[in-house]
Antibody, heavy 124, light 110 residues
Framework: QEQVVQSGGDVVQPGGSLRLSCTAF????????IHWVRQAPGKGLEWVAF????????????YYTDSVKGRFTLSRGSSKNTLYLQMNSLRAEDTAVYYC?????????????WGQGTVVNVSS | QSALTQPASVSGSPGQSIAISCTGS?????????VSWYQHHPGRAPKLMIY???KRPSGVSDCFSGSKSGNTASLTISGLHSEDEADYYC??????????FGGGTKLTVL
């Protein structure tokens, strides 16, 4: 069964850094775009970032929501089946459950396979 | 990138039908036929229920349907079951490779 598995959540102080991982199983990661979505405590879902699939003119182009631009960075791992979200200069408002989600593809602009979520707690 | 507007809660009895609205703007919901809906049971991964306004992924019950008119999209659940009780989120493509979600609607099956 196709799935994504996440790791890397932790408690970190404001201004600190953290790297989240998202690993794909039973499908070829590099042929899909991947999103990160977060849910702050008591809040709704919020789209955070997107990396294009690893092919074509837009290969691996990255896009971010305004509040994380310049602080968060997406990258694909050398194994080609892992994606990382590097989070720097963390703020209290970044506290959330972070999900990675596969883009459905074919220009559908939807998220079809989600990870189990990983908790990031930014607190002193 | 303002969040889409959803009612905070809706409720219905087993067997009834309910609808959840999702209102955005011409920059997102009204501008693209790329509205999707997600079912989220707390503590679990969200599940895609509808994409491209009214398409169902394989395995999703045909009790779930989607529609859109202008800047407002809707998710309808026909014949409520207790297991449908969850949070529901709409999402829309918002251009320039950005997406926006709604605030979520808590569905209670009475």
């Amino acid at each position: 069964q196709e799935q994504v598995v996440q790791s890397g959540g932790d408690v970190v102080q404001p201004g600190g850094s953290l790297r989240l991982s998202c690993t794909a199983f039973k499908f070829i990661f590099s042929t899909y775009g991947i999103h990160w979505v977060r849910q702050a405590p008591g809040k709704g879902l919020e789209w955070v970032a997107f990396i294009q699939y690893d092919r074509g003119n837009d290969a691996n182009k990255k896009y971010y929501t305004d509040s994380v631009k310049g602080r968060f960075t997406l990258s694909r791992g050398s194994s080609k089946n892992t994606l990382y979200l590097q989070m720097n200069s963390l703020r209290a408002e970044d506290t959330a459950v972070y999900y990675c989600a596969r883009d459905l593809g074919s220009g559908s602009f939807a998220f079809d396979i989600w990870g189990q979520g990983t908790v990031v707690n930014v607190s002193s | 990138q303002s969040a889409l507007t959803q009612p905070a809660s809706v409720s219905g009895s087993p067997g009834q039908s309910i609808a959840i609205s999702c209102t955005g703007s011409s920059s997102d919901v009204g501008g693209y036929d790329y509205v999707s809906w997600y079912q989220h049971h707390p503590g679990r991964a969200p599940k895609l229920m509808i994409y491209e306004v009214n398409k169902r992924p394989s395995g999703v019950s045909d009790c779930f349907s989607g529609s859109k008119s202008g800047n407002t999209a809707s998710l309808t659940i026909s014949g409520l079951h207790s297991e449908d009780e969850a949070d529901y989120y709409c999402s829309s493509y918002a251009g320039d490779n950005t997406w926006v979600f709604g605030g979520g609607t808590k569905l209670t099956v009475l």
